[in-house]
């Protein structure tokens, strides 16, 4: 009967063009504005890396003044660690891998005459930072914990500036000028772009990713810019770059991967211990308030899903609902029309379980017209929003399969839902009173 | 075959209530044609949308095909009109948008057949009201007796025991009035029990039996002679007052 129903309901789409069109139209627009929220929403909110975002954990320490807290909550801990916390974190090597990490800047000047040097980002990390947070090569691999501890002049390349720089080719090896140094290229990465960038969300949560990644240390060696935020809650001790690294400023990121529920207690331990031997040294002078937040409590913690984004994805979802409010009004117009065929129907044997699944299929198959037609005007949304707020958007403007079979569902669902009262109302049409009347 | 006792039905409102039957006794038997026939409001149109189980109604017994359908539900109600009735409207009730073959096709979707029998019940009913080489045609290309025509095949496709008539040529000229009350006495001559409304006494009298609805009773059985004579008056009073 479902291939039955599936004619008769094309027959009356076709039957009543405007009418058909208009709830589609009306379906379109509501699926259209959720389907562009939603997708926002959920790409803000994706798990960047679902294979071990719950064994991946963000380091904070409560370092900060004695007298007000890292933030408006009493308990807040500052969202970075200072030079000194990162250093010692990493000398000390409690997790099975480790990586502090920062953000700076330095103008290569590719090799060739023609090539203009340019200002390109860096991420400066351990050498955990590339298997911890599964990144993929393309050429070579990370450099070794002794190139780290050593403060070698290594790089590694993001795909885009290998292509840039060396045009794709096997770039490991050579030799690359950056900030002034001589580095040599050890690897190249693939093509990656965790969305979130969850690794550093102080820089902003859908930035792309940085152009080179050198090792940790060399930011002291060679005197590297800060990048991203800095915060101090007292001013550095002396003037420079070395008082600056010795001081109470945050600039540092601080990521541990524990394997298990005991080894993450026993790093918070850890912490904590450190803690009571720095408060021993004069530091840490606040309660001891230490925190290891996995990849999804750390997306949480820092509102990566902006509050205005969720206040969309309400206001889009009532969008939907006025949208349904008018398909209802249309489909019991439409149902009412048909009142005769209805009556006929029901003369001839159609019981009301018979008339009820075949208006529910038109009103499915309206449903899907309209969730296809809400794709395309989706589509069209997520392009104005990545249009509207350039780069910073790019990132979250694109839809993947489960948000197409999302919108399709939410479409089918939300129009049957619609559809159930009109049909609630044409089943109980009273044959007797439709036959004479045609 | 059908026996209606005491059948009671009555139309509420708020302020008053109408009996469109009251004590309705009638027995139809096997393979009889009978013609119903009386004034307008006198009943008949309810007492045949009653007889389809069409409508509920207040009081009394009936029984169709030696079954008591009095307290049937919608469902099982549904499932009797689609085995064991057949209706003919007077406005043909045809769906616009389906061909000829899909109209006569509707009743016996909700039957549950295989789509080999579905033809060939449609052909054949088809073929039985002459239009079997206009499967493909849809209702608007059509005459109002071809139409007509076509409403008995999908009346007739799933073999009902009992065929309902409501005024079934009260929108034909004469001429196929005639020809649809031909086909009537043929379906009626191959065994098919018809009950039909009308109020034109020439196609009454072709009927085996009439019975005359009056003030939702069953009045006497009247000659045709006598309830045309009486609908005449009926007519000439209205036009003096």
Redesign the interface.
């Known amino acids: ?1 479902f291939s ?1 129903y599936l004619r008769l309901a094309m ?2 789409i ?2 009543n063009p405007i009418l058909s069109s208009l709830m589609v139209a009306a379906i379109a627009l509501g699926i259209g504005a959720c389907m562009t929220t939603i997708t926002v929403n959920y790409i803000m909110s994706a798990d960047p890396i679902p294979s071990k975002s719950d064994k991946l954990f963000y380091v904070q320490l409560d370092s900060w003044d004695p007298n007000n807290s890292a933030d408006a909550d009493e308990y807040s801990l500052p969202s970075q660690v200072t030079w000194t916390e990162a250093t010692n974190l990493m000398r000390a090597k409690k997790a099975v891998r480790q990586s502090a990490m920062a953000s700076s800047g330095a103008v290569i000047e590719p090799p060739g005459q023609d090539a203009k040097p340019y200002n390109a980002s860096i991420r400066l990390a351990f050498t955990d930072f590339f298997p911890m947070f599964e990144v993929p090569f393309l050429y070579g691999a990370p450099w070794s914990h002794e190139q780290d501890q050593a403060r070698e002049q290594v790089v590694v390349l993001s795909q885009e500036t290998n292509d840039k720089i060396f045009g794709g080719e096997n770039s490991v090896g050579n030799s690359l000028t950056i900030g002034g140094n001589v580095f040599t290229v050890v690897g190249v990465l693939k093509q990656w772009e965790p969305m979130p960038k969850f690794y550093d969300v102080t820089t902003g949560a859908f930035n792309e990713p940085e152009e080179l990644y050198m090792p940790f240390l060399l930011k002291e060696e060679l005197e590297l810019p800060n990048g991203g935020n800095t915060n101090c809650w007292k001013t550095p001790d002396g003037e420079g770059f070395k008082a600056f690294l010795q001081s109470e400023c945050i600039n540092f990121q601080m990521w541990v991967e524990l394997p298990d529920e005991n080894a993450e207690a026993a790093y918070l331990d850890f912490l904590n211990s450190y803690a009571a031997e720095q408060k021993a040294m004069g530091r840490f002078q606040r309660p001891i308030n230490n925190r290891l937040s996995d990849v999804m409590e750390w997306m949480e913690d820092q509102e990566v899903v902006a509050d205005d984004a969720r206040i969309m994805l309400w206001l889009s979802f009532m969008f939907l609902l006025v949208c349904l409010l008018n398909t209802i009004g249309l489909l019991l117009s439409k149902f009412t029309g048909k009142a ?2 209805i ?12 008339l009820f699944m075949q208006h529910l299929v038109e009103t499915g198959c309206i449903g899907l017209a309209g969730g296809l037609a809400g794709l395309g005007l989706a589509y069209l949304g997520l392009i104005g929003i990545g249009t509207l707020y350039g780069d910073f958007a790019k990132n979250m403007t694109s839809m993947d399969l489960t948000m197409v079979a999302v919108a399709l569902g939410l479409a089918l669902l939300s129009s049957i839902a619609a559809g159930l009262y009109p049909t609630w109302r044409a089943c109980n049409i ?3 009173g439709q ?2 009347s ?1 | 075959m059908l026996t209606m006792n005491n059948i009671t039905k009555v139309f509420r409102t708020d302020l008053v209530q109408t009996y469109a039957l009251r004590e309705f006794n009638l027995n139809v038997g096997e393979g009889e044609f009978v013609a119903v026939t009386g004034p307008s409001g006198s009943g008949k ?1 309810t007492f045949l ?1 009653i007889a ?1 189980l ?2 509920t109604f207040d009081g009394g017994s009936y029984s169709l095909d030696g079954e008591d359908v009095s307290h049937l539900n ?2 099982a109600r ?2 009797f ?3 064991k009735i057949g ?1 003919i ?5 045809l ?1 616009p ?2 061909n000829l073959f899909d109209n006569v096709d ?2 016996l ?3 549950g057949f295989n789509s080999s029998e579905r033809k060939r019940r449609i052909e054949q009913s088809l073929e039985m009201v002459g239009l079997a080489n206009r499967m493909k045609h849809l209702p608007s290309q059509l005459s109002g007796g071809q139409q007509q025509r076509v409403a008995i095949a ?1 009346a007739l496709a ?1 073999e009902p025991r009992f065929l309902l008539a ?1 005024e079934p040529t009260g929108n034909l000229d004469t001429k196929m009035a005639h020809s649809v009350m031909d086909l009537l006495k043929d379906i009626n001559e191959k065994g098919t029990t018809i009950v039909m409304v009308t109020h034109d006494p020439s196609l009454a009298k072709q009927a085996k039996r009439n019975i005359y609805v009056r003030d939702g009773r069953v009045s006497e059985l009247h000659e045709v002679a006598a309830f045309a004579e009486e609908e005449s008056q009926t007519t000439a009073k209205a036009s003096n007052g």
């Open positions: 009967m039955y027959l009356s076709k039957r005769a065929e009556g006929l129907r029901r003369a001839v044997g159609a019981s009301k379980g018979d009273a044959p007797a036959l004479k045609q | 149109t949308n389809g069409l409508e919608d469902k549904s499932r009109r689609n085995e209706f409207f007077q406005s043909f009730n769906i948008d389906l509707v009743p979707r909700y039957r999908r799933g409501d």
